[in-house]
């Protein structure tokens, strides 16, 4: 049961960042890509009918892991309550900044909510990364199963490290560059002509970046953590993960370069997904590892829920993931195809 | 400061904030699906752009419930974590079938509503609209099943951790207390919807701006009102006090400000609660009143608040007391006002009575003032307890997050609140002003508001 719902909660945040993603993604670029009012609007209509139920994977997936991990919940959730407060302004404003743009046709009233769109997007991409990045490395639990973390101390790894340090900072920072990255290729697919061609471009210079930060990223990572690897090397199949990022990276760049921008976007997809596999099979079986000594560690074992709620939660789990998926279906095939002016949406 | 005080007005102030939009947004869902039902049985396009007026006063209010709505389960593990440590297994359910089950089906089908209007047929346009309804009342139903499970908790056991798990998951989601809250919540909904739409229609009356879609408003705010206002109290409030009454007796006896137990106990209608005293100051009372209310016998004994000892009165006590009277007396207001509009309306003269309509336009505040308050009723005077029985407050906040903390995260809520609503404000005069504009459709105009 353990592992069953280990790997629910997880193919739910990975489809949190995935969708949500892109339109994280398109907040990064907003600035950047958009050369006048028409692309803007543009860029916002591309996300406008799907941002809202991309991030109730956010919601449901806390959900899910709340009521089959409840101690886990507990811990995190007010062991990383400042980052997580942040987390939650920011997600404020980037609501706000794409619903509200568009009521009054006022120049400076637009460019206020295009910034505070880029600046949360941004904002979240890095602590999304940062938040990961702090799991890996893991918190300084103390006997009762708690923490709490200032948001940086000396930016060092020791073992009372800062919600912000040189290590999540390198997290915080793949995430800014890889969702931005989704973006782009989301864009290329969604687009036409100008904006279309400095998507593709966008993308190409963002994957250069997105490689070094990658290749950073592993070492780091066993730097931070020995026994990262201690999975892998158990089941040596599980290689088949790092050979997968290394694959979808590469066709990322070969597809766009060929203007398939579909099967690019779909490479960025697979990248993000293995990422975040790669992370959960270092983990696993711990949810939340102590720099404070392994038997501090939280585990699947010591944070399930009863055996009732788990088999009961399995039915209706299913159902409802069905039903989501029908919805998805009806929502991106009515919204399918290239984004245009015409109709109404996010524009005066 | 102290730090449970603290957590609690950090909770108590968001979730406030929070519920002032999906209380508005469920009851207009419902109306909104009443006017495109109307509009195609009576092939009457008017009442197509009363739909679609209030979908742009709708989304605007939907995205301030979603984006006020997400802090709302973060705090369970952030501020309240020890709580949230033992029951995740309870709660946990509700909460995560609730963005499973409704939240998917809402903001798909909310795109829907307001995009889709030139691609669907009328009646494919009416499903959009009935599902975003479907959508928000089934979020409304998991809520009321995580509050009725703390106010009243069925259905569970205790496992070898110390945490608590379902034994029975129909028996959590058929919790009386929960079948109850959740009629008297839902109406309670529609009754501020109904106020707001008779409030907008009031005015265009009044000042003779879209008399025609004013008089749409009226009508149909009208009748939502006179009923919704009628069962918030008999039978959805009545069934609800007497089961609080069998169940919470010290929280009924402080809201009623019943100090010492009683045969034919009286009703305060007006008064101050003492605790030092143990009496009310200054009261107006009707005897007999309280015992007939709960038991239908003026000679039932009440308990008082004196048969429990003073570690289990809900605190604060003078708050619960106020704010149950201040909710039950706005509750009979209601139902003057819309008993008197409704009788005008069917005599045909409502539109000409400026001494109702004048009322109907200032009174929308107070309906989002009786929701709060009812729903602070609920929770006072559950406490001491969080868990009703099981686990107190004071063992629930997360020990970690000191009192500065949650002072520091309250006042940065209380400072993007304060930004939000300001555009909050803003917007919805626009759109007020700006009227339901003739022949315009909400996927097919130029400026118009969208949310997906």
């Known amino acids: 049961m353990g592992f069953i719902w280990f790997w629910l909660v997880a193919i739910m945040l990975v489809a949190y960042v995935v969708l949500d993603g892109f339109d994280i993604g398109v ?9 006048n009012e028409q692309e803007r609007q543009l860029m916002l209509r591309s996300i406008g009918p799907v941002w809202d139920g991309n991030e109730v994977w956010l919601l449901a997936g806390g959900g899910t892991l709340y009521f089959a991990f409840p101690p886990l919940y507990a811990s995190a959730f007010s062991g990383f309550y400042l980052a997580l407060m942040i ?32 600046f949360s997007s941004a904002v979240l991409a890095i602590f999304y990364g940062a938040a990961l990045a702090n799991v890996i490395r893991g918190v300084p639990l103390h006997q009762d199963g708690y923490f709490f973390l200032p948001l940086w101390t000396n930016w060092r790894i020791g073992p009372q490290p800062g919600i912000l340090d040189w290590y999540t900072v390198i997290g915080g920072l793949v995430a800014l560059v890889a969702l931005a990255e989704h973006g782009a290729l989301y864009l290329a697919v969604k687009t036409e002509a100008a904006l279309q061609q400095r998507s593709r471009t966008m993308a ?54 060929k203007g398939a921008d579909g099967k690019a976007f779909a490479c960025s997809c697979v990248y993000l997904t293995v990422m975040l596999v790669g992370a959960a099979l270092g983990l696993y079986p711990r949810l939340l590892p102590s720099t404070t000594g392994s038997q501090y560690d939280i585990t699947i074992d010591k944070s399930l829920s009863g055996p009732h709620t788990l088999h009961v939660g399995l039915i ?28 109404g949406g996010y524009g005066h | 400061m102290d730090a449970m005080l603290l957590h609690r007005i950090h909770f108590a102030f968001t979730v406030i904030y929070h519920y002032l939009f999906p209380q508005l947004t469920m009851g207009l869902a419902l109306l909104i699906v009443v006017l495109k039902t109307i509009a195609i049985r009576h092939k009457d396009e008017r009442y197509n752009q009363a739909a679609r007026f209030w979908g742009k006063i709708f989304a605007i209010n939907f995205l301030l419930g979603v984006v006020t709505g997400i802090p709302m389960e973060f705090q369970f593990g952030t501020n309240w974590s020890q709580f949230a440590r033992t029951t995740g297994g309870v709660i946990g359910q509700p909460l995560a079938m609730e963005g499973v089950f409704s939240f998917f089906l809402e903001s798909a089908f909310l795109g829907l509503f307001l995009f889709g209007e030139k691609r669907l047929s009328p009646w494919k346009h009416w499903g959009a609209a009935f599902l975003v309804f479907v959508g928000s009342w089934i979020s409304g139903f998991f809520i009321i099943v995580t509050n009725a499970w703390m106010q009243h908790p069925v259905a569970y056991a205790v496992l070898p951790n110390g945490g608590y798990e379902v034994t029975s998951f129909w028996g959590l989601l058929s919790n009386p207390w929960a079948l109850l809250e959740y009629a008297h919540n839902m109406s309670g909904a529609v009754v501020t919807a109904a106020f707001v739409m008779c409030s907008v229609g009031a005015f265009y ?189 004071s063992d629930g906040y997360s020990k970690y997050v000191t009192a500065s903390t949650s002072l520091f995260t309250l006042l940065g809520f209380m400072g993007i609140y304060t930004v939000t609503s300001i555009l909050f404000i803003v917007l919805v005069y626009r759109i007020i002003d700006k009227g339901p504009a003739i022949g315009e459709r909400l996927d097919g105009s130029k400026s118009l508001p969208t949310l997906a």
């Open chain 2, 205 to 393: 009356v009044l000042e003779n701006r879209f008399p025609e879609q004013g008089k749409i408003f009226l009508r149909v705010g009208v009748v939502a009102g006179v009923i919704s206002c009628a069962a918030q109290i008999f039978p959805t409030g009545d069934l609800h006090g007497r089961y609080l009454a069998k169940h919470q007796p010290a929280a009924v006896a402080a809201m009623e400000g019943l100090f010492s137990s009683r045969q034919g106990a009286p009703i305060v209608l007006i008064g101050q609660p003492n605790e030092e005293q143990q009496s009310i100051d200054n009261p107006i009372v009707v005897n007999d009143v309280l015992s007939f209310l709960i038991y239908g016998t003026t000679k039932a004994e009440v308990k008082g608040l004196d048969e429990f000892p003073r570690d289990q009165w809900p605190a604060p006590l003078p708050l619960l007391f106020y704010s149950y009277h201040i909710m039950a007396g706005l509750g009979t207001y209601f139902v003057l006002i819309m008993v008197i509009a409704a009788f005008l309306l069917w005599r045909g003269k409502l539109f000409q009575t400026r001494w109702v309509l004048w009322p109907l336009l200032l009174s929308f505040p107070l309906p989002y003032i009786a929701n709060t308050a009812g729903w602070m009723t609920a929770e006072i005077g559950r406490q001491p307890w969080m868990v009703y029985g099981l686990i107190r407050t």
């Open chain 1, 87 to 118: 987390v939650l302004w920011l997600l404020i404003g980037r609501g706000a900044s794409i619903e509200l743009r568009m009521q009054i046709n006022i120049g400076v009233w637009k460019s206020f909510f295009d910034g505070l769109f880029f």
């Open chain 1, 204 to 257: 190409h210079r963002l994957w250069v970046l997105l490689l070094l930060l990658t290749i950073v990223s592993l070492p780091a990572s066993i730097v931070v953590r020995a026994d990262t690897l201690a999975n892998y090397r158990a089941y040596p199949i599980a290689f088949l993960v790092p050979a997968a990022v290394v694959l979808a990276l590469l066709g990322m760049l070969q597809f766009s370069r």
């Open chain 1, 316 to 343: 209706w789990w299913a159902f409802g993931m069905c039903l989501a998926l029908l919805y998805f279906i009806i929502v991106y095939r009515t919204f399918r195809g290239k984004v245009s002016l015409e109709g």
């Open chain 1, 27 to 35: 907040g990064i670029l907003h600035p950047f890509l958009a050369h």
